[in-house]
């Protein structure tokens, strides 16, 4: 049985959304209009004795946050990469086995010198475990009857990967369990990776199925995802002169995808667009924005234009103000911290544009942070009769060829 999760993705014209971006403005306003420490106390805020004692307990829901991951330290590097380039479903490769092995074999102490540079690894592990237990601690108090959750880290990439996960679950007697992507915009070669990944261990891991799954495949237009990007966004150009802040242009920056993986239906670049429209429409459209794409590997044709180009294009053209936005991203990481940060930021100082800035990444962000704990709050109340996937979910690339796709999708829709 195939069931839309409406409510993770609402229609932003609904009653229901409408009042769910009050809501969000609201706590953005005790969170940031003036004082920070509002709402980060209340989001960090379970810590009365009926939360302790129950983490004390046996958790009973298990929330399961799916990212790529990346390296904690440089001896970490090399099995990344070649875990990376072993996917198909990222990046897909002839003779795949053999190129991952020699790309990774080749990139390995030019990655090393790039993570050394924003110190030493990357931070999404630790931002992961931050937004995964100050999600917890919101959960058991909003969700009493599914309490208490607890969260586990499955990276695709990187420990702790999807095994380790499972294997953590299982020693803990988790039976429900919410596979929860870190990625808001769906793509076959990230959240569909991941949920291949995740049918692949559980069929080895769990055989007989003792856990029930249910997913949260994409959540791109929720009101507290689209109103963290906001705030910060209001945050960033503050740091522009008065006269000149609604000229300043804001380039919302995702991870670009091959274009033979767009081509094929891929959902992704109309759900970064979506999320990109929804955070304008929030801003009321005050400044100039585009949507540019970052992150490209290899010869192969990808979606574009690129970040870096489109940085110095408009500088060529007069735009010396420009405010970086990584939409795709919900942490730090090195896309963020070396290649906007350090890569591109250098390009353009070099090309004399000296206005270009990068909003803060969403993080440990208090509005986030509400965000991913109504969003599963919801998706449980939704699924506590009868699991099932997605409406969106349900339907594969109109020329996917992947027979894992297919696969993962019916075993998550029979639980």
Known sequence: MFRSTRSVVPQLNSAASRQSWTHYQSLAIACNRPAVSTLRSFATAATSTDSKDAQKQKPKTGVVLMNLGGPSKEDEVHDFLLRLFSDGDLIPLPFQKYAAQF??????????????????????????????????????????????HKHYIAFRYASPLTPEALKEMQADGIERAVAFTQYPQYSCSTTGSSMNELYRQLKEL??????????????????GLIQAFANKIEDGLQKYPVESRDKV???????????????????????VAATMQAVMATLKFKNPYRLVWQSQVGPKPW??????AAILGLGEKGHNDQLLVPIAFTSDHIETLFELDLEYGEEAREAGITGLKRVESLNADPVFIQAMADIVKNHLNETADEISISTQYSVRCPTCTNETCKDSREYFSKQ
């Open 303 to 308: 979606l574009g234009p690129q970040t870096n």
């Open 249 to 271: 242009v804001i380039l919302f920056s995702a991870h670009s995808l091959p274009m033979d993986v767009v081509n094929r239906g891929d959902s992704y670049p109309s759900e």
């Open 103 to 148: 790309i990774a074999k080749r990139r390995t102490s030019k990655i090393q010198e790039q993570y050394n540079k924003i110190g030493g690894g990357s931070p999404i592990r630790k931002w992961t475990t931050e937004q995964g237990t100050a999600m917890e601690k919101i959960l058991d108090k909003i969700s009493p009857e599914t309490a208490p």
């Open 206 to 223: 769990d055989p007989e199925r003792k856990m029930k799954w249910s997913v949260i495949d994409r959540w791109y237009s929720h009101p």
